[in-house]
């Protein structure tokens, strides 16, 4: 699925709504966390509970990856499993130089077909250009995220502007809005007005709604642009609404309340 | 194997030589290439052959990630066949908000036990933290590395210092030592002697002697302190000496040369 596709999605749904598959084994519930394949029986119950609601899927691969083998194997049945009409993202975070770069970028747009993957822009141009190098593809590179971190180095003064504009400015200028967007964290909503006078045309994915704080009336009002411009990502407040065996049909709840408020937002 | 351990290593070898694993499918010797194992004896034989001239070896997970199931089985059954006698790093350079980071620490020290894993620190505080707070544990943070992408940010002015020495002054102040490293290339030898003014303690990993056109000797004479502190990497010069069936006796010629010349600037 390319840009277009998903402005497509997002104006027939109503809904900008990505659903963070951030999936903990010691978290599910009690009846899925014995089972061999628990965190993909899991998944596939979130997706069909949530699917009509939103229309992107973010894989946390850490949570993936701290299974081992086992947890590669659950996250490519996943990956299957997301219906070809939504947006998939592998929230992977990598970046390195460009012969390792494009192995990463072999790894989550061919091994593991998604159509987006997360990338850190601290060794510049060589680290991101082979993942750019793939058409119908997107690089979601970090601009401002939604930890306190962010404060260390990203809100850090860096000649004449802070770090995170400086990557937004620079990177944006590597690719364009349909093989590029940018992760920008919901906490830190008063930068939104900001930062899409750096980058009016970008995807931003907004993470940090829900249980980190962000709200989601301020991003949306300072973050949409004409083609909406914004995919607001929600983790463990629509997978973890129930820890018990209803835990599909409260995600199901959770993901209609941020969709009908979403729908409110597009409308205006 | 910690950081007191790592030292004596480096003394009795005479060696501070680390070989990179980066393993890449298309570049096997023609044998090993139609081999379902191919990527693991072809470690194994790097591993036999070098094991005596170096201390250390890094996995670079990229290569091993993009060939999926079968990739992390190779990288898991690698790092198992490493002597206990040498100090593993998992070349990831990941990073994330603190919970996901606490994941991706699991991965790299428990279900995959490598003795350290390099981070990427553009997140900040928070997202380094739980790599640091294992036991005998390394967190190794990109520093200046060796890409020319070094120059977008990384060599950037930040507040009256570039942004790089930003990080290591920064960085430095989150743990000891013990249990962090830097990443910084060796293709910037002359900001060696900077950057021991600021991390005068810390070992430094040393990638881009060799395929990337560092020079061995101006890294010692610039890096080196009185625990030696250095780890330099060689990935490509080493385990591509020969495209033949002579990979292994070609690697473990290179890797003594790289032996005998550190030899020289140990005893210094």
Redesign the interface.
């Known amino acids: 699925m390319n840009k277009q596709q998903l402005v497509a999605a997002i104006q027939s749904s109503k809904s900008y709504l990505c659903v963070g598959l951030?999936t903990?084994i010691s978290k599910l519930p009690a009846h899925l966390k014995q089972h061999p394949d628990g965190v993909f029986l899991f998944n596939k119950a979130i997706i069909d509970a949530t699917k009509a609601s939103c229309v992107s899927y973010k894989i946390?691969t850490?949570?993936y990856?701290?299974?081992?083998?086992k947890g590669?194997?659950a996250m490519?049945k996943t990956l299957h499993y997301i219906p070809d009409t939504h947006f998939t993202i592998a929230?992977a975070?990598?970046?390195?130089?460009?012969n390792?770069?494009a192995?990463?970028a072999?790894?989550f747009f061919?091994?593991?077909p998604f159509d987006a993957v997360t990338v850190?822009?601290?060794?510049?141009?060589?680290?991101?250009r082979p993942f750019l190098e793939y058409e119908n593809k997107v690089a979601i590179v970090?601009g401002l995220?939604?930890?306190?971190?962010?404060?260390?180095?990203?809100l850090?003064?860096?000649?004449g502007e802070k770090?995170y504009e400086?990557?937004l400015r620079?990177v944006s200028s590597w690719g364009t809005s349909d093989n590029l967007m940018f992760v920008v964290g919901a906490t830190q909503a008063s930068e939104l007005a900001n930062i899409r006078n750096i980058v009016p045309e970008h995807f931003l994915l907004v993470p940090g709604v829900g249980a980190q704080g962000g709200s989601l009336k301020e991003v949306s009002s300072y973050g949409m642009n004409a083609q909406c411009g914004l995919l607001v990502n929600a983790s463990r407040a629509v997978i973890y609404a129930s820890s018990g065996e209803d835990f599909a049909v409260r995600a199901q709840q959770v993901s209609e309340e941020y969709q009908q408020e979403m729908a409110l937002y597009l409308n205006k």
Chains 1, 2 share one sequence.
């Open positions: 951030d903990d946390n850490a949570f990856e701290s299974m081992g083998l590669w194997e490519e929230d975070k990598r970046g390195d130089i460009g390792t770069s192995q990463y072999r790894t061919e091994t593991l850190a822009p601290y060794m510049g141009e060589d680290s991101v970090l995220t939604s930890n306190k971190g962010a404060e260390d180095f990203e850090q003064q860096a000649g770090l400086k990557v620079t």
